[in-house]
């Protein structure tokens, strides 16, 4: 619903029908006597369109002029909806006092929606942001958003890098963005030298400070020294350096893995979609009351929206839903599924991957996944120098 | 002939004149804005065909509606499979 259908509906309208003579004519005339039409449909000979009220009278002249048939279909509009209802007293006063009520109500908050974090759950944020003054029920004129994202962020401890409050309608949108330390300039200086952080061959490697001591193509073991921090000037004098560099290198990885088997983490049968109301904050369940506790549940809930801005009005869908145990193949699935989850983000998250072999062992209790994964990586690792060496 | 009277005929002839021609916008196959028109030639099921003085815009399809009329534009709604144009 928008602006203009509710315009329209407060001006009244009609569905006309127009059968034969010359319908094109029809339209070209009441576009040239100012006559608004729209939705016009063609079917099967006949023309049905929408027409104001206070343009139906002008319709006359051009219905002599281009030989048309008018029959009104429909009648649309607030003052029909009175003549309809004008023996049912309590209704109109009954309507006007609920949209009173509900845009009294649209001035509360009925709702509240945190993006944007993974380090703090969203019940924290409100949590905090119930103390700096927005919480369920929060009266929104006068109400200083800015204020309110700055209390909470003072409150988060430092976990918070921002946040922000947006206020549409009875919804309050909160946007947060959590604290990432920066990698700044290192500036310690300590004398150090780098060295191998696990056995491979160098790819390349770039010296930003020190000597480099192993080339290009060189195998390392795990300590072996890469880039030296003692440099040796000419007259014989040695300086300490921080050594720096980029070193990447070719590293063969294993990777084993072990898991219980999770025989209830398999394929999931909805058993029934249950709908819960929700007015201004209130949950009122549209289901008889049953014993699903041991069922897992997903909800889903949809306000209802006037032109983007939000009516304290919603449904909430919660699907009920059962686990059942899969077959063998089925698991190897998952386990292959689980091996790549844990390879890609567990271990070799910043890793480039150039080979990769693995298999799938499985007994009664447990899987186990062993592979063996050649990727590009960065090798190096500073090793402080002990002067007394 | 002037410099001035060449430059009009060569400035006119080459870039047409928003103003004067009609403007088609066009969202898809679903939905069509024509602004600059000056009636409706024919209407029927499957085909409207819309005036634009000097060119008619023929628009074929199905569910044809005209969603809203006005002076000089159109709004048309519905599947268009062709869209022809014929100089008058």
């Not at chain 1, 927005?134 to 309110?148: C, N, S, W």
């Not at chain 1, 889903?300 to 059942?324: N, Q």
């Not at chain 2, 065909?49 to 005209?66: P, Q, W, Y």
Request: with cysteine.
């Amino acid at each position: 619903m928008n602006f203009l259908n509710v315009y329209r509906y407060l001006l009244n309208y009609v569905t006309v029908s127009i059968k034969g003579g010359f319908t094109e004519r029809f339209i070209n005339l009441c576009n040239r006597e100012n006559v608004y039409m729209w939705n016009s449909v063609y079917r099967n000979g006949e023309l049905t369109a929408n027409v104001f009220c206070k343009d139906f009278k002008k319709l006359s002249g051009i219905r002599k002029k281009s030989g048309v048939k008018i029959k009104i279909i429909k009648k649309c509009g607030i003052y029909f909806f009175i003549r309809r209802n004008e023996k049912r007293k309590i209704l109109i006063p009954g309507i006007c006092t609920a949209l009173l009520i509900m845009l009294f109500m649209n001035n509360f908050i009925w709702n509240i929606e945190v993006t944007g974090t993974k380090k703090i759950s969203p019940d924290e944020i409100i949590e905090m942001l119930s103390e700096s003054g927005l919480k369920y029920g929060t009266f929104v004129p006068g109400f200083d958003e800015a204020q309110a994202g700055r209390e909470a962020v003072n409150l988060s401890d430092g976990k918070i890098l921002w946040l922000a409050v947006n206020i549409k309608g009875s919804r309050a949108t909160v946007e947060v963005r959590d604290y990432v330390k920066q990698q700044g300039l290192n500036t310690d200086n300590t004398p150090c030298n780098i060295v191998a952080n696990f056995d491979g061959i160098i790819l390349s490697a770039y010296t930003h400070t020190g000597v480099q001591i192993i080339q290009n193509g060189s195998a390392v073991k795990k300590g072996d020294l890469i880039i030296s921090g003692v440099y040796e000037n000419e007259n014989g004098t040695v300086d300490y350096l921080c050594a720096d560099g980029e070193i990447s290198a070719i590293c063969e990885n294993e990777l084993k893995y072990k898991k219980a088997s999770a025989k209830n983490k398999t394929e999931r049968i909805n058993l029934k979609d249950r709908y819960t109301l929700k007015l201004f904050g209130i949950n009122i369940p549209l289901f008889l009351k049953s014993d699903d506790s041991l069922l897992d549940k997903i909800s889903y809930t949809e306000y209802l929206t006037f032109d983007g801005y939000v009516i304290p009005i919603g449904l909430e869908k919660t699907t009920l839903y059962m686990s059942e145990s899969a077959s063998d193949e089925e698991f190897k699935e998952i386990r292959e599924i689980d091996a790549f989850t844990n390879r890609e983000y567990f271990k070799f998250k910043n890793s480039n991957i150039i080979k990769a072999d693995y298999t799938i062992s499985t007994d009664k209790d447990n899987y186990e996944i062993s592979g063996k994964y050649s990727c590009i990586d960065f090798i190096g690792i500073k090793s402080p120098i002990l002067k007394e060496n | 002939m002037s410099l001035k009277k060449e430059h009009k005929r060569r400035f006119t002839s080459d870039f047409p004149n928003p103003a004067l021609e009609p403007m088609i916008e066009l969202i898809s196959n679903r939905e069509a804005v024509v602004e600059g028109c000056a009636g409706i030639v024919e209407y029927n099921d499957s085909s409207v065909t819309v005036n634009c003085r000097k060119t008619t815009v023929t628009f074929e399809g199905s569910c044809i509606n005209l969603k809203a009329l006005s002076t000089d534009t159109i709004e048309i709604t519905g599947t268009f499979t062709c869209i022809k144009f014929s100089c008058l």
